[in-house]
């Protein structure tokens, strides 16, 4: 699996799954165009790739300003040349009873970075992408195809971000641009869950219990969204047993709500 001289546009790359899949990215010869909010921690990432050997450029921006996008295109394109692969990853979570929230504006806020996040980044670089006959990848979640009880917001959005790239996967059809989508469960070593929105909209911050045994390392999950994209899989499910939870959701949706629910209260 090699990825030499390919242009590739990672978002949320400062941290987490992010500076992971770029890191892999450059370890297998990519040249990488790393965006996200935070510059210095863009640098130290992209330093990173760089010792592991591939090309590095950084572009410091919001995934929810659609003229970020196209500035981060545009960088991509004059530093490259063009665009062989989007990665949308930029994502924010939460972590509350629907009842129990203040206002409703963490639920726009969710939309706006999960949803019109990769929907801004696609459209920016689209163009780029047919023109290499490309590959765009998003970061979705198991949670797109199932419900999760203190998410709803969360869920909510990535059930549009699955909407929309099952439907933009049709459209594409005939241009040569594949659209992988990446559903991991939870992952280990990042700060999403920290990080992610509470009642009152601030953020659940440090304290609550680790992930349970059925976490995915990062590494192991970048790994496989690699080779997702190298073989242009139209859909990987991180681990790959969760494939079974949308089918019980239609034949047994009670008991996949029992199996959820009792997974959540042990989550603390």
């Known amino acids: 699996m090699s990825f030499e001289n390919k242009s590739v546009v990672v978002t949320g790359a400062s941290s987490g799954l992010g500076a992971v899949l770029a890191e892999s990215f450059a370890a297998r010869g990519a040249s990488l165009t790393l965006f996200a909010r935070r510059q210095p921690?863009?640098?130290?990432?992209?330093?990173?790739?760089?010792?592991?050997?591939?090309?590095?450029i950084v572009f410091a921006g919001s995934v929810s300003e659609l003229d970020d996008c196209r500035k981060l295109a545009a960088a991509a394109e004059a530093e490259y040349g063009g665009i062989d692969v989007l990665v949308a990853n930029a994502g924010v979570s939460m972590w509350a009873r629907f009842d129990e929230t203040e206002d409703t504006q963490l639920f726009r806020d969710l939309i706006d970075v999960?949803?019109?996040?990769?929907?801004?980044?696609?459209?920016?670089?689209?163009?780029?992408?047919?023109?290499?006959?490309?590959?765009?990848?998003?970061?979705?979640?198991?949670?797109?195809?199932?419900?999760?009880?203190?998410?709803?917001?969360?869920?909510?959005?990535?059930h549009a971000l699955q909407g929309f790239l099952?439907?933009?996967?049709?459209?594409?059809?005939?241009?040569g641009v594949d659209v992988v989508t990446a559903l991991p469960h939870w992952l280990r070593g990042t700060q999403l869950r920290s990080n992610a929105y509470a009642q009152d909209g601030g953020l659940v911050g440090e304290g609550r219990r680790g992930h349970s045994k059925e976490s995915v390392s990062l590494e192991a999950c970048s790994e496989a969204i690699l080779r997702a994209i190298d073989r242009r899989d139209r859909e990987v499910?991180?681990?790959?047993?969760?494939?079974?939870?949308?089918?019980?959701?239609?034949?047994?949706?009670?008991?996949?709500?029992?199996?959820?629910?009792?997974?959540?209260?042990?989550?603390?």
């Open 41 to 56: 921690d863009l640098e130290a990432v992209a330093e990173r790739c760089r010792a592991a050997g591939g090309k590095a």
């Open 114 to 158: 999960n949803y019109m996040g990769a929907v801004n980044c696609v459209h920016a670089c689209l163009p780029a992408i047919k023109a290499r006959k490309g590959v765009i990848t998003a970061v979705g979640s198991i949670q797109g195809k199932i419900p999760v009880p203190l998410h709803t917001g969360y869920v909510a959005s990535k």
């Open 166 to 175: 099952d439907t933009l996967r049709g459209e594409l059809d005939s241009t």
């Open 237 to 268: 499910v991180i681990p790959w047993k969760l494939r079974l939870l949308p089918w019980l959701k239609l034949i047994a949706p009670r008991m996949l709500d029992r199996i959820v629910s009792g997974e959540m209260k042990r989550q603390g």
